[in-house]
C-alpha cells in the first residue's frame, strides 16, 4: 500500500495560529509534544481538547482520541482544528510547565508520547470512548467478504403463485404471491426460526433509518450499547466520580430477548473432532474445553443467514476436573492463531464438556440443564461475554465500525434422554455491555445473575456507576409486569440460541487426525518429534498419502512451533494440508526446510522406507546435509515441547 501524502493542519487557539505538516495515517496523540511546542510554557497537557468550530463545536479531549488516526475523522489538507486548554497553576511559588511537556525518552513508548492521564491497558482490547466515532464508516470499514456478498443480496424470499387466491397470469403479481421481506415475522415463525438473521435485521433497522429513494444524507443505522458513564460531558461539570449529569450518566436498561443473532447456526465438519474432545473426559472423567477454529460460510436455511464451520478445535493449557476445567496461560495462541490463518480459518468459537456419567453402563449421561435447571450458567455466560468482547464484528453499517460479535458458545452436556448432545449459544449484545461496565457478575445459583451494588464495604465506590436495570416477566396472575433485576434476574434474558449440525456428507478440511491432541499429558498422550515421523512416513513412492498424512491442524502446529520450516515453507506446507494438492505437494518435497526436518526424523529413529519414495533416495538432504547439523537440531528439537 503506497504511503499517503503528508497534509498541513492549521491550529488556532487563544494565544495565536500555527502549522503542522502531518501523515494522514498518523494518530492525533502522536501530535501532543509538537502541538506543546507551539503553546505557552505553563499549558497543562491533561486539558487540551480539539474543536471543529471556535465557540459551540465540539470538543474532544486530545487524550480520549488514543487510537484514532487523523485520515479516520476525515480531515483534509488544509483543515483547521481550534484548540482549547488550561494553564497549570503554579505549586508554591515555582512553575509546573516543565511537567507539561513529555520528556525526550522516559515519557515515550515506542516512539509514541505517553499521555499524562493515559493508563496502559491490561485487558486484551480497550475500552473504547463512545465519542470516538468514525466519519463515514461505510469508506472506511473493511469488513468480511461475506458480509460485502450478503449486502449486495436483496434476501427476498421467493413464493410461488397461489392457486387458490392469485388470479393473474404466470407473469403477474400480487400480494399472495410477491416476494416476502427476510423479516418477515409470519415467515420466520412458520418455520420455527427463532431470531432473525444479523443481515435480517439491519434491513429492517436501515429501511426505518434511512430512506434511499429520497437521496438524503445517510445515517449508520447500528449504534453499540454503552452502559458506562460517558467521559468529556459538555456540561462543564467535574468528570466521575466527582460529578454526574443526566448527559453523562447511562440509561437505565430494560432487559428483554434479543430479536437476533449474529451467526444461525454452528457446522461441525466432521463428528471425529468432537469424538476426540470426548476422549478425553472417558479416560478421566474430567472436563475439556477447546477452541474452535473454521470459517464463515453463508447459510441458506435462513434468509441472510451466517454459519459457522468448525474444522478443527485447539485444546489450550487447562486444569480439567470432574464439575469444571481451570485455564492456564496460553502462551502460543498467537502461534496457533497464524497457522490457522494460513490454513483459510479463523478463530469462531469455544466449546467445553459438562458430564456426568449415569452410572448405568450403557454410556448414558446426567441431563443437567433442562428448562426447569438453566442452559448456560451465570459463570458461563461471563465468560461468554469476555470473549465476544474481545472478538468484536467489524462492519461498516456501525457508526463505531463494530457492533456485537461473531463468536460463539457450545456446550457438550446430557439431553433429556441421558444421551451426549450439543446445545450452541451466544450472549446478547446487553450482556457483552453489562459485563464490560462491571454491571453483573456470576452467583452461586448457576440461573441466577446478581446485579452488583454501587457501594463496597458501606463506602461509595469511585470506579463504577450501576444504572437501574429492570426486566418483565409474566406473574402469577398471567400479566406481564416490569420488575427491579435487583439484586438477581434469571440468565435466560442473556441468552441468544443457536443451531447445530453435521453435514449430510463429511468432507472436512484437514482429512487426517492420527496425530496426539495438545496438552494431553495428563491421560498419557503427548506429542512427541517421532509421532511427526511416524505420522509422515511414506511408502511405495506414493506422495498423495504424504499429503494426506500431513492434512492435520495438530500436526501442523506441532511442526509450526519446531521452528524448522521458513515462513513461506510453512505457507506452502498450510496451503497443501488445506487443499490437498499434489502439485503443491511435489513442490513442498524439494524446499530445504522440508529436507531438514526428514533429517531430523531419521535421526529421530523413524527411518523412512527403503523403497523409492520422495522421502528416502533422491531426498535432497543425503547429500547436502553434514551430519554434525543435523544432531545439533535433532538435540534442539527434541528439547522442545508444544506445552
Known sequence: MPALKPITLRFESKDGQFRLNVSPSEEFTALLSSILDKLPRDTDSRSIKLSNRPHGGEDRLLSSLQGVSIDRVGLKHGDKIYLKYNEQPPINGHSTSASSHPLASTNRLSGVPILPTEDLPIAPLPITSPTALIKNPWDIVQQSPLDNKLDKQDGKISRPKDQKMCRHGPKGMCDYCMPLEPYDQKYLDERKIKHFSFHSYLRKINSATN?????????????????????????????????????????????????????????????????????????????????????????????LGIKAVVEAIYEPPQVGEADGVTLREWENEREVDEVARLCGLEKVGVIFTDLTDAGAGDGSVVCKRHIDSYYLSSLEVTFTARLQAQNPKTTKWSETGRFGSNFVTCVVSGDENNQIAINAYQVSNSAVEMVRADIIEPSAEPSVMIVQDETDDGEQSRTRYIPDVFYRRINEYGANVQENAKPSFPVEYLLVTLTHGFPLTAKPLFTNSAFNIENREVVGEAQEIRDVAKQLKVQNNDPENGVRAASDFHLLCFIHNLGILSKDEEALLCHVAASHDLADGFQLLNTPGWATLLAILLESGERPSKRSSPFSDNAPWRSSRSSSIIEEIAKRIHRTSLG
Open 211 to 303: 430512506k434511499p429513494e429520497l437521496k438524503s444524507s445517510y445515517i449508520p443505522p447500528l449504534s453499540e450499547l454503552y452502559y458506562r458513564v460517558k467521559r468529556d460531558c459538555p456540561s462543564g461539570h467535574p468528570p466521575w466520580p466527582a460529578g454526574i449529569c443526566s448527559k453523562c450518566q447511562p440509561s437505565a436498561i430494560s432487559l428483554q430477548a434479543q430479536p437476533f443473532r449474529m451467526v444461525d447456526h454452528v457446522e461441525f465438519s466432521s463428528s471425529d473432532m468432537i469424538n476426540k474432545l470426548l476422549d478425553f473426559w472417558r479416560k478421566s472423567g474430567c472436563q475439556r474445553i477447546g477452541f474452535l477454529y473454521g470459517r464463515l460460510e453463508e447459510y441458506t436455511e435462513v434468509p
